[in-house]
């Protein structure tokens, strides 16, 4: 079992920016790939950024060079630096683990076997 929980959402004006911080719990940390999905009202849960075990990262099109992934490995966290906030970022944002990747993509959500609760970040204009 892994119990993830986000935090650092909010309100915040366009342009500005927000650190999103996902504490994790009940496994070998090191040992699993992490990533940050987000959901917008009426959308589909969409893969935003990964990194793996292997520190390796991976971005959405539309937030490279705005969202910045990070973990460390000895506090069991993952971060997600949002710089430039535009109002489309407007979302629930949700951290996810993945203890036994295999073959599947990481940027698919039923790859991940864990959820955190949700964060939500609303971009204001």
């Known amino acids: 079992q892994v119990q993830l929980v986000e935090s650092g959402g909010g309100l915040v004006q366009a342009g500005g920016s927000l650190r999103l911080s996902c504490a994790a719990s009940?496994?070998?940390?090191?040992?699993?790939?992490m990533g940050w999905f987000r959901q917008a009202p009426g959308k589909e849960r969409e893969f935003v950024a990964i990194?793996?075990?292997?520190?390796?990262?991976f971005y959405k099109e539309s937030v490279k060079g705005r969202f910045t992934i990070s973990r460390d490995n000895a506090k069991n966290t993952v971060v997600l630096q949002m710089n430039a906030l535009k109002l489309e970022d407007t979302a629930v944002y949700y951290c996810?683990?993945?203890?036994?990747?295999?073959?599947?993509?990481?940027?698919?959500?039923?790859?991940?076997?864990?959820w955190g609760q949700g964060t939500q970040v609303t971009v204001s204009s």
């Open positions: 990194i793996s075990r292997g520190g390796i990262t």
């Open positions: 996810a683990a993945c203890t036994d990747r295999r073959f599947r993509s990481l940027v698919t959500p039923t790859t991940y076997d864990y």
């Open positions: 009940g496994s070998t940390f090191s040992r699993n790939d």
